[in-house]
């Protein structure tokens, strides 16, 4: 891993109130796609793992830590996979008890550590926060010879976790059941640029079908999770998907909408808002829902053809990927293997949530998931923010308008939020 600290804490000076020993310490990671997430270094040009996130941590005093992670193409010498679940999270959890082992040495306060990450980087953010300490990663943590020390932290910063992954193809098609055509885009890189372009299809025949299933199986999840809005109500959906936690949902996205309105920019009267005098007072579902288009076929993440980054991440040593789902496994293409249901649990931070017991959770988070995020459903982080929520975790969630599956945009608001809580 790779530690920077603003150089002014090694001439005695103070920075944004902070010295060398008060500074929080921000944990930014680089992992997309569940790919290995390397270290990076400001200055780092590579487009993946543009470092500017780092001097602008820097810049306000922050202590900043990136530390390595294994992905699910990782390969060594013998062609073995190296670097499928869960290591990513044990070299996270790895690198954190070295600082803390070494808290007297190490600049910056061990009490403040601040994870960060987007889309599966915000994934692990958030595993990091709910997991701390959980015995299941001990061995592992053992084998790679990690620090003797502890893995709990001070605060989560995630934006558009791509996590939930057992449930994620059931809350996609609650949201986009009945929209059939998908669009995405193809990504090449050409000369170290990224070039994208457009890829649209139709759902077939099964794909329909299954789109119906997994709809009611998040029907039956949502409303087995007894999860409360701010008024203390069950969150709750009937047979066709309708309810009170859809009626959360659009409330978060006429919050979002709102806000933009206020901030002073033009919306240009889209037909799936009904605004009155400057206030959003509906917003029409299923139309907002053509308008930002579904992406993902069906199922979104356990791919039947096993071609899904997720199938990827579930491999092994030797089997590249898997499924990790029962539909995924039951209508598979391939002859193929479905992961350890205990392996594909222990990677979802929300499983930590509901069973406290074993972990030290982080008391603060922040998780940003844009309004036009089509990677998963929205359901999947307002689970996550309501079951924080319920817990009376500090959680600050939002969902800025128009953004789509991306990170790290408001990071003035982000740093500020940080300082609310360490200074
Ligand atoms: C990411 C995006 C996805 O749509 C997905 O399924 C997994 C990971 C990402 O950007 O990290």
């Not at 601040?114 to 997991?131: E, Y």
Request: glycine content about 8%; aromatic content about 10%; hydrophobic content about 40%.
């Amino acid at each position: 891993m790779n530690v920077f600290v603003p150089l002014g804490y090694y001439k005695n000076e103070i920075i944004n109130d902070y010295g060398l020993n008060t500074a929080p310490i921000f944990m930014p990671n680089t992992v997309g796609g569940y790919f290995p997430g390397p270290r990076t270094f400001p200055g780092n040009k590579k487009i993946l793992y543009n470092s500017s996130t780092m001097v602008k941590a820097l810049s306000r005093g922050y202590v900043v830590v990136s530390a390595g992670l294994r992905g699910r193409t990782l390969t060594n010498e013998k062609g073995e996979f190296i670097g499928k679940a869960p290591a990513f999270i044990i070299d996270m959890k790895a690198a954190i008890r070295y600082i803390k082992f070494n808290k007297d040495n190490f600049p910056g306060d061990v009490n403040k550590i601040i994870t960060n990450g987007t889309s599966a980087g915000g994934a692990i953010s958030a595993l990091i926060g709910a997991s701390g300490n959980n015995v299941f990663f001990e061995k592992e943590l053992d084998e790679i010879g990690a620090a003797d020390s502890s893995d709990n932290i001070f605060a989560v910063s995630a934006y558009c976790p791509i996590h939930n992954l057992e449930n994620a193809d059931a809350a996609y098609e609650w949201q986009f059941n009945g929209i059939n055509d998908w669009h995405t885009q193809k990504i090449d890189i050409k000369n170290g640029k990224a070039e994208f372009s457009p890829l649209n299809g139709q759902l077939n025949e099964l794909e329909k079908q299954l789109s119906s299933k997994l709809k009611n199986q998040f029907i039956e999840y949502l409303n087995s999770l007894r999860l409360r809005n701010p008024d203390g109500d069950y969150l709750t959906l009937n047979k066709i998907g309708e309810g009170n936690f859809l009626d959360l949902t659009k409330k978060f996205l006429i919050k979002s909408a709102q806000t933009e309105i206020e901030k002073g920019n033009e919306l240009n009267n889209p037909n799936f808002l009904d605004i009155r005098n400057g206030k959003v007072v509906s917003l029409k579902w299923k139309a907002y829902l053509r308008y930002i288009t579904r992406m993902k076929k069906v199922p979104a993440f356990d791919d039947l053809g096993l071609n899904n980054p997720e199938n990827d991440l579930f491999g092994d040593i030797k089997i590249k990927a898997k499924h990790f789902t029962e539909i995924g496994q039951k209508y598979s293409e391939k002859t193929a293997k479905k992961a350890d249901p205990e392996l594909v649990t222990a990677i979802n931070p929300l499983n930590y949530l509901n069973n406290q017991s074993n972990s030290l959770i982080a008391k603060h988070w922040r998780i940003r998931h844009g309004a036009a995020d089509r990677d998963t459903s929205f359901a999947v982080p307002i689970i996550l923010a309501t079951t924080l929520q319920n817990m009376n975790l500090d959680i600050d969630f939002f969902m800025p308008w128009a953004k789509p599956h991306s990170g790290d945009y408001d990071l003035i608001d982000l740093f500020d939020w940080i300082d609310s809580l360490v200074k």
